[in-house]
């Protein structure tokens, strides 16, 4: 089999085998097929399209090009759950004490954060001593005991994937349905989990912009999924504006605290909770997304889902005590409020200058060797479809440099549409697929 003749079967609009999709990625993977071949297949891929049976041979050869974690020793059905990635998006602190509690494992592997602001465990070593560096042993104990546990992503996890995805980033060769999906589920089925549930967002924060896009991106990954034999569901969900009001590390958990106190913001809740009871759904903890929706609520209520965060963090070295005395997280030395210009009803906020706001404060990465200030961010008062009043605080800058604070106090400013009359109201959950 010679890589020459995949590349000429693809671009005169062939449809590939299992066996040639597997030969060029493990061939690629122990580095015998060099960059510029691959590049010209990705090209020839990007125009040509990809089958469904194509889809999955590439992201199941990419799942098994390295490590897979076995989660076979964890009792119970392991549900893993995936965002494409936002603005504020905290989900995981708050969604996985939540369904924890209510009976379902959650054995999850996380990344650190490329971009305005930090990963899931970046944000999780806001608490002193929080660790995710654990053996699978006791990774394994931990959600046997407690119900959850979460690790940081092994280099040998889907390596073919980070191979090829630096590759594509670097030909224009990103933007294409099928290798958007097989990057993403690949890592998921890699991870080991019975089901996975989703949050695929959309909107001028999201890496999908259009709606109709970010649904044919659900569609095709719920698609994967079914054809490898995990139950998946994806929920399409509003990135036209931060979610919740915080942006940025400490600032986030503490916003997840809040939820699981019962005082979380109105669409972080509502997030939380149709994700959640989809997780419930699947791990069959309950008939109906009703009843779901009603255990979810249940350990907020009765405080099981607080409790159950900080056992998750004193069992992987954090301090309990920052759970329910949030206070003692990390915590800027400057804050300042932006303030409203004139009167009227705030249109719109540029969300994709939300996030930039918390980079340039420090909260977030621009390289992979950046290092990240946990205690910085933004905490926004007035959300889209608000009515605020000449001199009345749209949002306050956590900072610990003048000059860095000023400069974000202009740049959140000019995000900020205000007008005479009020946006179109547009649903927040946009769909649901299974």
Not at 6 to 20: A, D, F, H, Q
Not at 214 to 220: C, G, M, Q
Not at 356 to 365: F, T, Y
Not at 407 to 419: G, N, P
């Amino acid at each position: 089999m010679r890589m020459y003749d995949i590349i000429m079967k693809k671009r005169n609009g062939g449809e590939l085998t299992e066996e040639e999709i597997r030969f060029f990625i493990t061939g690629y993977t122990r580095g015998e097929i060099p960059d510029y071949q691959v590049s010209a297949l990705m090209m020839a891929i990007y125009f040509r399209k990809m089958t469904e049976a194509e889809t999955l041979a590439l992201t199941m050869a990419m799942a098994e090009s390295g490590d897979r974690l076995d989660l076979s020793g964890i009792q119970g059905i392991k549900v893993d759950k995936h965002s494409t990635g936002g603005v504020g998006d905290k989900t995981s602190l708050a969604l996985a004490p939540m369904v924890a509690a209510c009976g379902i494992p959650v054995a999850k592997m996380s990344g650190r954060g490329l971009g305005h602001t930090g990963g899931t465990i970046d944000k999780l070593e806001s608490f002193s001593g929080f660790t995710t560096a654990l053996t699978r042993e006791k990774f394994i104990e931990n959600v046997n005991r407690i119900g959850i546990a979460i690790m940081g992503q092994t280099a040998d996890l889907a390596p073919a994937d980070k191979k090829l995805y630096a590759l594509r980033d670097v030909t224009a060769t990103v933007d294409n349905l099928s290798l958007i999906a097989s990057s993403i589920m690949s890592k998921k089925l890699a991870a080991g989990a019975d089901a996975i549930v989703l949050d695929v967002k959309t909107g001028n924060g999201a890496f999908m912009k259009e709606e109709a896009d970010a649904r044919a991106l659900a569609e095709e990954m719920v698609k994967i999924g079914k054809n490898a034999g995990r139950r998946t569901i994806a929920v399409i969900s509003d990135m036209d504006q931060p979610l919740g009001y915080a942006v940025g590390n400490a600032l986030e958990v503490k916003e997840a605290i809040d939820t699981l106190k019962g005082e979380g913001p109105e669409d972080f809740v509502e997030l939380c909770l149709t994700l959640g009871s989809r997780m419930l759904l699947a791990g069959g903890k309950a008939e109906d997304s009703g009843e779901a929706r009603r255990m979810l609520e249940e350990v907020i209520a009765d405080g099981r889902a607080l409790e159950k965060l900080a056992e998750f963090v004193e069992a992987q070295g954090g301090s309990r005590e920052s759970v329910y005395h949030p206070e003692l997280l990390p915590g800027a030395a400057i804050t300042r409020p932006v303030t409203a210009p004139v009167s009227g009803y705030l249109n719109h906020i540029v969300c994709e200058e939300v996030g930039i706001c918390s980079l340039m404060l420090g909260g977030g990465r621009e390289t992979k060797e950046s290092g990240i200030d946990l205690s910085v961010g933004l905490v926004l008062c007035k959300k889209a479809g608000d009515y605020v009043m000449e001199g009345e605080t749209l949002a306050v800058i956590h900072a610990n440099e003048e000059e860095r604070a000023e400069a974000v106090s202009k740049r959140y400013l000019a995000a900020c549409r205000i007008t005479d009359t009020p946006p179109e109201k547009k649903p927040f959950i946009k769909g649901v697929i299974e």
